[in-house]
């Protein structure tokens, strides 16, 4: 075998949906066979969806995972296929499973289990011990999971290093952030040049609840060079042929390589994988290298996959949502009719006393260019009716947050009424400014089904507003709301700059505080302004309660407020500050 095609398919599957899953990785087994693919890999936790959480604590789900399993291994005959799934053999383990020719060959557990951020695996599985190379006709390649091969010395170097391997698959889920794609690929094509051997790697699509995947499986040659590159955010079939001579032919020039210590007797453990008789296959174009978006793209991108996913993953087809005018409910509006289709999306303006004109007209302006249906309620009349029914108990109390408060929870009912009757998801909008420092109104403005831009700054979402003008080659989303000062149109003339800091001095404060983990002491020392740090920090610490109750929303950041973010609401931990007051909005 002098040449090796390998087939990565990133797909999107969907969390528990086993029998569903399990026929798109067949259907995707049946492509890479048509294409002659001689080894196929697919990510991990492809039966299961990723991450199941707590359904593996459930028996028969992981007896149905590994029912399908058996499915694909038998499917595989005629080819080596390699795939990702919760396996149970005295202690549960994240696995991937590699079949060949019909028969299990063997499964790699993953060794190094995540336990930050958004990842508790060590919840659920136990920690894989060993490491195991395979050998098919003389090409000997090694197998592993996710996070093992973030790690310098973790078991792709020893399958390297003490097995020979000369290609190194890993299958993973990895979900996306901002300029993580970078690192990732700086980082494996470091590990294809430190240990002289290809390296593929196979990732998830798609969205599921707080995160999103962005794909974009790489193949990188034992030089460290790129040869393949899949798309983000897109389900795709990527294809390339390896020379499998070329890792040996590199060691020999890398003095590094010839370094190496003896192979360990018995370290990693070796199968021998029958070979398979060479069929004929189409000629094979030169392997695909995708383009990576650029920034703004690619977070509106990651935005619309994760609405699109966790709106059909959940059985709707439509969503409903509050149209102010304001810039927030005008970028999730865009985003819910690129990833729904504009007959999909109802808006719904709901103005009172202190709605302006502009702002009704910027809302109807919007829908029209979108071609998304929106409806009028005006909710003066109901707002006056609450009034009237809580003056006895008020009394002569002055107009305050209280009665500002009442007018989004009367949207937020409204909201739910057109939810429960026609079946449509609420589409919360506020942003991560707002979220952050409790900028919101409880069982107003926070209620609803998904909270798409929960995750996107202030000062981001301005940007990736004018980004998608520019792409539309108009103003989908109008000028004047890109300009105005943004208001929450609560009482009158009222900004946000009267309750906050401007948004392009909290949101560095912000980032500094909740994604780079940097004290209250640490940021001042390091420039921002000492009042505006006691005042965002702890406007964040005494809203963790308002978050709780929020809707999930996709993560963009390398930090996000849900599972990223785990504080204990009853909490009187105050970190040093100078002094300084903050306003909390109830």
């Not at 087809?317 to 149209?323: E, F, I, P, R, S």
């Not at 004109?357 to 309620?377: Q, W």
């Not at 009042?531 to 993560?555: F, H, M």
Request: a negative charge; proline letters at 8%; one cysteine or more.
């Amino acid at each position: 075998m002098a040449t090796l095609r390998l087939a990565l398919s990133q797909i999107n599957p969907t969390v528990g949906d086993v029998g569903g899953n399990a026929a798109a990785i067949l259907a995707q087994l049946d492509a890479a066979k048509a294409a002659g693919a001689d080894i196929i890999v697919f990510p991990e936790m492809a039966v299961s969806g990723y991450p199941p959480e707590d359904l593996l604590l459930k028996p028969d789900f992981v007896a149905a995972c590994m029912a399908a399993a058996q499915d694909i291994v038998r499917a595989s005959r005629g080819t080596t296929v390699i795939f990702g799934c919760p396996w149970l053999d005295g202690d549960l383990v994240n696995a991937a499973v590699t079949a060949h020719d019909g028969t299990l060959a063997g499964v790699s557990a993953k060794r190094f289990l995540p336990n930050y951020g958004v990842f508790d695996e060590n919840r659920y599985f136990a920690t894989g011990r060993g490491t195991t190379v395979y050998d098919r006709a003389g090409l000997v390649f090694g197998v592993s999971v996710c996070e093992d091969i973030w790690y310098p010395d973790g078991p792709p170097t020893e399958q390297a290093k003490h097995g020979g391997a000369r290609l190194l698959i890993n299958i993973s889920a990895s979900p996306y952030h901002m300029d993580k794609g970078v690192s990732r690929q700086r980082m494996l094509a470091t590990r294809a040049a430190d240990n002289g051997a290809f390296v593929a790697y196979a990732n998830l699509v798609g969205g599921q609840d707080e995160l999103v995947f962005d794909g974009q499986s790489l193949v990188f040659g034992p030089d460290g060079v790129l040869l393949a590159r899949g798309p983000q955010f897109t389900e795709d079939l990527l294809v390339c042929d390896l020379d499998i001579d070329q890792p040996t032919r590199q060691r020999l020039l890398d003095p590094r390589c010839r370094k190496w210590e003896p192979v360990p007797a018995g370290c990693p453990a070796r199968v021998f994988l029958p070979d398979l008789p060479a069929v004929p296959r189409p000629r094979l174009a030169e392997p695909a290298i995708a383009p990576c978006l650029g920034p703004l793209e690619e977070v509106y991108r990651a935005l619309v996959v994760a609405t699109r996913d966790y709106v059909r993953k959940s059985g709707f087809t439509g969503v409903t949502l509050g149209l102010s005018g304001g810039i927030d409910s005008s970028l999730t509006a865009v985003i819910a009719a690129d990833a729904l289709g504009p007959h999909n999306v109802l808006g719904v303006a709901m103005p009172t006393r202190f709605s302006s004109d502009d702002s009704l007209e910027d809302a109807e302006a919007l829908a029209a260019r979108l071609g998304i249906e929106c409806k009028t309620v005006v909710i003066e009349p109901i707002f006056q009716a609450f009034l009237q029914a809580l003056a006895p108990l008020f009394g002569d109390r002055p107009f305050d947050v209280t009665e500002e408060n009442l007018q989004p929870r009367i949207r937020g009912t409204l909201l739910m009424a057109l939810s429960n009757k026609f079946g449509r998801l609420v589409l919360t909008t506020g942003n991560k400014s707002e979220v952050g420092v409790g900028y919101s109104t409880l069982y107003g403005d926070t209620a609803g089904g998904y909270a798409v831009i929960k995750d996107v700054p202030k000062t981001l979402v301005y940007a990736v507003c004018r980004w998608r003008n520019e792409q539309a080659g108009l103003d989908l989303i109008p000028e004047r709301v890109l300009v105005k000062p943004p208001t929450a149109e609560l009482r009158p003339n009222q900004k946000d700059s009267d309750s906050l800091p401007e948004y392009d001095v909290l949101d560095p404060v912000l980032r500094a505080y909740v994604e780079l983990g940097l004290s209250p002491t640490t940021m001042v020392e390091r420039g921002l302004d000492a009042a505006v740090v006691d005042r965002v920090t702890r406007l964040v610490d005494r809203n963790e309660y308002k978050r709780r109750q929020s809707p999930p929303g996709p993560k963009i950041t390398p930090r996000a407020f849900g599972k990223d973010w785990r504080l204990p609401i009853v909490n009187r931990y105050a970190p040093k500050r100078g002094p300084g007051e903050a306003d909390k909005k109830p």
